[in-house]
């Protein structure tokens, strides 16, 4: 039996809220806000948290924010909302300028249907264990019954070939990349194509190229779920990516100390400025689990994710606790969901894929 279950009560609350946003009447157009296209990226989670992009420009009355919000808030099971307002006008101005001044665009971020839903997995620093939720979260979600590629764009620490226990050249069929597969999911890394003691010393386009080519000349096929394993910080793999695709989401990991959670808020923020949502906090490491009385103790602090989510105002999507064996486990390829799914760091791992899921806001969930 699949361990992600069907969100219909969600569904339900989205489809109430699309119908408050149709009451909320531009006067400028003649029409709702929805229908004018004012309303992007509208997400309702499991808690009734509701938030979406508004693109208000300078012609249209500030007024429809503060309508679209009440509107909203009187819908029952709404427990919240949050609008990021944009005027897109004004990227468009900024845009033009830019060529005035002879500073090429940036590339404009394509639509790769067939890859499903896009989320990238980032970390402000390294040492969170960015790459174990990563390699998680996508065999939870394979487990489901869902189809789920990984791609490794960690270009200077390439951990996923380890961690999902694969260890071979792809093939080339036809001018198109193999991707490999493991526990369902389907992988490609640079660990797979250059030797493991070989550094990665390569400056910014090298890395856009990379990305580019993992994206567009692997034969991925049809995909429900497509998950990007980022480098540590804000560099050019992050900015590479976001210029790449259109991303539907990202998670932010980070472990409860609080010099972890800054570098981690500054590289949330780095999505924010991307136009790229941010779904929400998980933090690693949270606590200790005693094998055999079961007690929690808490040995790098707590809260911090919490805090983080806080402040960013995004939900904290779970707490993954430290646990004897789960770092032997990811060196020999075997994903805690795979090899101990009922264990304390098992459990939080596949709840952290159902509320992504619901997030995400793909297709309902399959059964094995």
């Known amino acids: ?84 307002v944009t005027d897109p006008s004004a990227r468009a101005a900024a845009q033009r300028q830019a060529a005035a001044a002879g500073v090429p665009p940036p ?11 896009v989320l990238a997995v980032s970390s402000g620093k390294g040492g ?30 390439p951990n996923v070939p380890r961690m999902m226990g694969v260890d071979a ?25 250059v030797e493991r003691e070989a550094p990665a010393i390569w400056r910014g386009p090298i890395i856009m190229k990379i990305i580019q080519q993992f994206l567009r000349d692997v034969a991925w096929g049809e995909l429900d779920y497509f998950l ?3 480098p540590p910080g804000t560099g050019d793999a992050q900015l590479s990516l976001a210029q790449s695709i259109h991303l539907h989401g990202a998670i932010i990991v980070t472990t409860p100390q609080e010099m972890a959670t800054g570098d981690s808020l500054r590289g949330a923020k780095m999505f924010e400025r991307v136009g790229v949502r941010v779904l929400g906090v998980v933090e690693n490491m949270s606590y200790y689990v005693c094998p055999h009385c079961g007690e929690r103790e808490h040995l790098f602090l707590s809260g911090g994710g919490e805090r983080l989510a806080g402040e960013l105002g995004v939900p904290l999507l779970g707490q993954i606790p430290l646990q004897a064996g789960l770092a032997e486990r990811s060196d020999g390829g075997q994903p805690i969901v795979v090899d101990a799914p009922d264990s304390p760091a098992g459990t939080a791992l596949r709840e952290i894929a159902t509320r992504t899921a619901e997030l995400l806001g793909a297709a309902a969930s399959r059964s094995l």
């Open 1 to 84: 039996m699949g361990y992600l279950p069907a969100v219909s009560g969600t569904e339900n609350l989205r489809a109430r809220v699309e119908s408050a946003l149709d009451t909320v009447s531009n006067p400028r157009l003649g029409n709702s806000v929805r229908a004018a296209a004012m309303v992007h990226d509208l997400v309702v989670d499991d808690q009734g948290q509701v938030s979406f992009t508004f693109h208000l420009t300078r012609e249209d009355p500030a007024t429809l924010v503060r309508d679209a919000r009440k509107a909203i808030q009187a819908v029952a099971g709404v427990a919240g909302v949050k609008i990021t």
């Open 107 to 117: 590339p404009t971020p394509q639509e790769m249907p067939g890859l499903g839903r």
């Open 128 to 157: 969170v264990g960015k790459s174990t939720v990563s390699a998680n979260l996508a065999t939870a979600l394979a487990r489901a019954g869902h189809r789920v590629g990984l791609m490794d764009a960690d270009i200077y620490g």
């Open 169 to 193: 050249k792809p093939e080339v069929v036809g001018g198109k990349i193999q991707p490999l597969e493991a526990h369902g999911v389907k992988l490609m890394s640079l660990g797979f194509i």
């Open 228 to 230: 990007v394993d980022l």
